[in-house]
Structure formats: C-alpha cells, structure tokens
C-alpha cells in the first residue's frame, strides 16, 4: 500500500518514541472507562481503528476481549505486535488507511482513540468527506445497536487559540477548521509536513449522523482526563460517545 499523505510518513518515524508521550500513561483507567461505557463483556469483538503501539488493543485483549487493531503505519504495527507478544495477549494487526477499509466480521463497539485516524488530514484532504469515510468504514464494521467512543480535536480551544495572523500566514484555516505545521517525528529528525482538523459539536452531530451514527454524548476527552463531564471550551480533545442505528 503507498504512502497516501505524510502522516505514514510521520507515524513510521515517530513510533519507537511514541510510548514516552505524556498521553499514553493512563492505559488502565482509560480501559476501564471504555468497557463501562461500551457496555461490553469479555469475549466481544472490538475494532481499534488508528491503534497505534496498541496500548488499548493489548489491555482490552489482556481482559478477555477480540481485538482487531487497524493502523495506517507500519512501523507502529510492528510496535504493537512486539508488545502484544510481551503480554502474551493475541491481537490481530491490519495495516490499512482509515478511510478505504473494508472488514468482513461486524464488531460489538469500535474504539478511535487521542486522534490515531480521525482529524488527521493528508495535504489534499477534503476536510468533510475524510473523515465522514472513516466514520462510514467504522459504521459498517459494527453490528446493530453497538458503541463507538473517538476522542479528537476540540475544534473551539482551535479556534481560542489561533489568531488572525495565524489565518493569514497559513497556520490555520477557520473554514476547514485545520491546522497545518511541519512537526520532527522524534529528536534529530527533519520535520514533517502534517494537517490536522478540530470539529465543533454541531458538525460532529451531523458527520455522525450522515454515516449512520447516532451522538448519545459528547463530553471533555482530553487524555488523563476522561470523564462524564461538560466539554472545556479550552481543552486539546472531545470525546464523542455513539450507537450504530438498528438494520
């Protein structure tokens, strides 16, 4: 599969650092959080799309759970296999791009957790129609009356903290709610050319909605800080809670 924006090239580069981010220390609470909110029982079957390393992916396994882990780097996958193997758990890993896969088994919730897939935009990315495909990918991989839970980029703290001069020297635009940067994927690394997108609540309802999604909440989802809980007009991430409609 070639490389389709500069996030693959980021994500292969970033991934034997990945686990030293701050984010990534909460795997246990945040797990328990899932399956409370998920309302599901070991033994289900849960598709992790954007899994990176797999940190979720391997905690929920460890508990009982079928576990597919989908991510568009190699290199991650290749982390998270090594993982998994340490934690004596079975994932199965599938390298595939967010927007364009197609699973034959229908999954009893899906998880697109702290931006792996959702809000990640290629340079030529329409900023509507990428990520309604990875919520129509995600809506077909479920059975009736399953969960979603994604936490993304909190579209108002993007706009609170960008100025006119940001829109006028291309950092951010206000239209498509993105923000392009060239970030080093780790120390000693050329940066690289990456966009990302926010969403305000009102366009998630609507997104959700034309994927066959139904919004049941939407609450403050910024790592370490999950909870059922008013969304923070300041806060990196929003987390969206929702039901696949009945077939």
Known sequence: MPPRNTWEEFFDAHAPCYDQNVFTKNTIAEVDFLIEELGVSPGARILDVGCGTGRHAIELARRGYAVTGLDLSREMLAKAAEAANSAGVRVEWLRADATSFSLPAKYDAALCLCEGAFGLLGQQDDPIEQPLAILRNIARSLKPRAKALFTLLNGAAMLRRHQN????EGRFDPLTMAVSSEVPPREGLPPVPVRERGFLPTELIL??????????????GTAGNWGHRTLDLDEIETMVVALKASE
């Not at 001069?165 to 006028?168: F, G, K, L, N, S």
């Not at 999604?213 to 939407?218: A, P």
């Open 165 to 168: 001069r940001d829109v006028a």
């Open 207 to 220: 997104l959700f909605r034309a994927a066959g999604l139904s919004v049941l909440n939407i609450w403050g």
